[in-house]
């Protein structure tokens, strides 16, 4: 495909020119319209030309594997926790990102300090809990190349206006991406008795429809280790970038997903240190 | 021997080439779901907004010659 592509962009090209060159030699007015018109899509066509695509069957074979050992890991080692995905301030270097899994479900998390004490270890003692790399973290690096700006330097509003425009336009990744950020309800509780000031916006709701990660994530869903508690390669990386934006550790609440596959739901919830 | 297109021809050409640009490019846009077509559209969009943006240069050329003549 991106060979004849090339060909036939090169023999426009060539037809082009030489007829744009036959027409100064005739001063012939047609031939310099039909020269013009063949050196510019010639052009356009050795421009234009489509990116290194790859087939979404490929994507959730290669993938797939990996969450499947990730979910095998934390049963068989009885991890019951929920993945809490740290923001940069947990970590001597600002450009890591990792999942802070405990083996309890009512385990606390640890202060940034310890957390920097075992930033390069997999699994901490005292408590029993793990500090593993999120699946979706190359992903959120991705983002942020495109975006050219990093997320610690950025809030949830600008998360919210800018990741649909990376989702849609600029990595094809779906058809349409809606970020709802608010209080949760316990927050309107306290708000509504005490004052609307000091809201806490801590609850993140992702709409994504039509991603190319569909089969991917109803596989993932059958993972409850991966599912439940890290989340598959796309909702991920999102709860990477919000881990990041808001500067606080965020986990992921639910995730839904039609039978067909194209619309996945996401709740986050972005926790106090 | 010389060049056989004026400068207004070649403002008709810039005119057609980037409405049909323009056009395609609005179209193949992922904002309206056609994302099988293996292209770089974002080249493409630039690729028509320089065309279309070429062809209001020769406009403002042609109404400042207009504006300016006796």
Request: charged letters at 20%; proline letters at 4%; a neutral charge.
């Given at each position: 495909?991106?060979?004849?592509?090339?060909?036939?962009?090169?023999?426009?090209?060539?037809?082009?020119?030489?007829?744009?060159?036959?027409?100064?030699?005739?001063?012939?007015?047609?031939?310099?319209?039909?020269?013009?018109?063949?050196?510019?899509?010639?052009?356009?066509?050795?421009?234009?030309?489509?990116?290194?695509?790859?087939?979404?069957?490929?994507?959730?074979?290669?993938?797939?594997?990996?969450?499947?050992?990730?979910?095998?890991?934390?049963?068989?080692?009885?991890?019951?926790?929920?993945?809490?995905?740290?923001?940069?301030?947990?970590?001597?270097?600002?450009?890591?990102?990792?999942?802070?899994?405990?083996?309890?479900?009512?385990?606390?998390?640890?202060?940034?300090?310890?957390?920097?004490?075992?930033?390069?270890?997999?699994?901490?003692?005292?408590?029993?809990?793990?500090?593993?790399?999120?699946?979706?973290?190359?992903?959120?690096?991705?983002?942020?190349?495109?975006?050219?700006?990093?997320?610690?330097?950025?809030?949830?509003?600008?998360?919210?206006?800018?990741?649909?425009?990376?989702?849609?336009?600029?990595?094809?990744?779906?058809?349409?991406?809606?970020?709802?950020?608010?209080p949760?309800?316990?927050?309107?509780?306290?708000?509504?008795?005490?004052?609307?000031?000091?809201?806490?916006?801590?609850?993140?709701?992702?709409?994504?429809t039509?991603?190319i990660?569909?089969?991917?994530?109803?596989?993932?869903?059958k993972?409850?280790?991966?599912?439940?508690?890290?989340?598959?390669?796309?909702?991920?990386?999102?709860?990477?970038?919000?881990?990041e934006?808001?500067?606080?550790?965020?986990?992921i609440?639910?995730?839904?997903?039609?039978?067909?596959?194209?619309?996945?739901?996401?709740?986050?919830?972005?926790?106090?240190? | 021997?010389?060049f056989?297109?004026?400068?207004?021809?070649?403002?008709?050409?810039?005119?057609?080439?980037?409405?049909?640009?323009?056009?395609?490019?609005?179209?193949?846009?992922?904002?309206?779901?056609?994302?099988?077509?293996?292209?770089?559209?974002?080249?493409?969009?630039?690729?028509?907004?320089?065309?279309?943006?070429?062809?209001?240069?020769?406009?403002?050329?042609?109404?400042?010659?207009?504006?300016?003549?006796?």
């Open positions: 495909m991106r060979e004849s592509s090339k060909v036939i962009g090169y023999t426009l090209l060539a037809f082009g020119m030489l007829s744009l060159i036959l027409s100064i030699f005739y001063e012939h007015v047609i031939m310099a319209f039909i020269g013009l018109g063949l050196t510019f899509w010639g052009a356009l066509l050795l421009f234009i030309r489509s990116e290194e695509y790859v087939k979404e069957k490929l994507l959730n074979s290669t993938m797939l594997p990996t969450l499947t050992d990730i979910n095998q890991v934390f049963a068989e080692l009885g991890y019951q926790g929920k993945g809490i995905y740290l923001p940069p301030k947990y970590f001597k270097n600002t450009g890591t990102s990792k999942v802070y899994i405990t083996q309890n479900k009512n385990t606390d998390l640890l202060t940034p300090e310890e957390i920097q004490q075992h930033e390069n270890k997999l699994f901490i003692k005292n408590p029993e809990a793990a500090l593993i790399t999120p699946p979706g973290y190359s992903l959120s690096k991705l983002f942020e190349k495109t975006l050219g700006k990093s997320f610690a330097k950025t809030d949830l509003e600008y998360l919210q206006q800018k990741l649909p425009k990376i989702f849609i336009e600029d990595l094809e990744i779906a058809e349409n991406l809606e970020i709802q950020i608010g949760s309800k316990a927050a309107e509780k306290v708000a509504d008795s005490v004052s609307l000031i000091h809201l806490k916006y801590d609850i993140v709701h992702v709409k994504i039509g991603s990660y569909k089969d991917l994530c109803k596989e993932a869903r993972l409850s280790h991966v599912c439940g508690t890290i989340g598959c390669p796309i909702c991920s990386a999102i709860a990477c970038a919000i881990a934006a808001s500067g606080n550790p965020v986990t609440e639910k995730t839904e997903c039609t039978e067909d596959g194209k619309v996945m739901e996401a709740h986050y919830r972005i926790l106090e240190d | 021997m010389n056989p297109l004026s400068f207004w021809d070649i403002s008709l050409w810039l005119a057609v080439t980037a409405i049909i640009l323009l056009i395609t490019s609005e179209l193949t846009s992922p904002y309206y779901g056609k994302t099988n077509l293996l292209i770089n559209k974002k080249r493409l969009k630039n690729v028509a907004l320089t065309i279309g943006v070429l062809f209001l240069i020769t406009v403002v050329i042609r109404i400042y010659e207009i504006t300016t003549s006796p």
